[in-house]
């Protein structure tokens, strides 16, 4: 078993950590993503603890500053806690606990990369290395430059003037800190790669567009514009998943945000999502989150 986590000089992490934190406390009204007044920009807030569950996060950065997570991908285990943040370069299902409670609540900051600014910063950078693909999901300790691009972000949330007339640098200044950060080279190479890593990601994006419709290995393989064979190989590789396993998994994972967000029938979840037999999904439903799709409904 792995587990990956990239250091910093522990009292420089803990340091941006602990100044951060009262300041994003005072935005927490609530549980959950809160949207901030950059559009890019969510607040992360948990009040309780919660157990090892199957999620997803979309390809950016989550920054912890109070309380912790444990997320399990494959054979890895990877710890990004207070002072941390997450690399997520492309979206992938994973299981993941959260320490949290009412008095110490967990609290972050959940950054959407956008892939303009990706390609404009990254050309910025002297040229790839040659070194295996990285792994496309990653923590890494808050380091001086990461932490100053970070602060100077926070001060846009509480101030509608600096956040019309500064909020978007501020947020290039946090992924260009990114990009020259331990796992940077997971973003440049989504950008700057011709190999097999970016189609990969171009593969995650078509089936994250389509994952309703019926598809398979060849058709995913045409968006990669990879054999069907490699496309199989470096995905599995990639996600620790086969192609089919993530996608029965993103279906299953959209399936239960309509069954949370919308209390839509079990039926119209599964036809939502992609599934022909309600039977087949109910099924595979409890398999993967341990209760039927009717008593989470309830």
């Known amino acids: 078993m792995t587990i990956l986590e990239h250091s910093a000089p522990p009292s420089v992490a803990a340091d941006y950590a602990a100044r951060l934190a ?30 090892r569950t199957p999620l997803i996060y ?11 997570k444990i997320g399990f991908l494959g054979d890895r285990v990877i710890h990004y806690g207070a ?22 609540p967990l609290l972050g900051l959940a950054i959407r990369l956008d892939r303009a600014s990706l390609v404009e910063l990254a050309a910025q950078l002297p040229g790839r290395r040659e070194d295996p693909a990285p792994e496309p999901m990653a923590a890494v300790a808050i380091d001086a430059e990461f932490g100053e691009a970070l602060s100077r972000l926070v ?70 514009n990879m054999s069907a064979s490699h496309f199989h190989h470096h995905f ?11 996608l029965k998994r993103l279906r299953l994972l959209k399936a239960r945000a309509l069954l949370a967000e919308h209390a839509c029938q079990v039926a119209q979840a599964a036809s939502a999502v992609g599934y022909r037999s309600s039977s087949q999904f109910s099924r595979e439903y409890k398999q993967y989150f341990g209760v039927s799709p009717t008593r989470e409904r309830r």
Request: glycine residues 8%.
């Open 155 to 224: 001060d846009c949330l509480f101030d509608p003037v600096l956040c019309r007339a500064l909020g978007a640098a501020r947020l290039r200044e946090v992924i260009f800190a990114a990009l020259r950060g331990a796992q940077g080279e997971a973003l440049r190479r989504l950008v700057l790669d011709g190999g097999h890593y970016p189609r990969i990601a171009e593969a995650l994006r078509f089936l994250h567009e389509h994952y309703a419709e019926s598809l398979n290995v060849d058709r995913l393989a045409r968006a990669a």
């Open 236 to 246: 599995k590789v990639t996600t620790q998943l086969a192609p089919l396993q993530y």
């Open 22 to 51: 009262p300041r994003l406390a005072s935005l927490a009204d609530r549980g959950g993503f809160k949207p901030s007044m950059l559009e890019d920009v969510e607040l992360l807030v948990s009040r309780c603890a919660q157990r």
């Open 58 to 68: 979309n390809a950016g950065l989550v920054v912890i500053v109070q309380g912790g």
């Open 83 to 104: 002072g941390h943040y997450l690399v997520q370069a492309m979206p992938l299902p994973f299981e993941c606990e959260t320490h949290a409670s009412t008095q110490a």
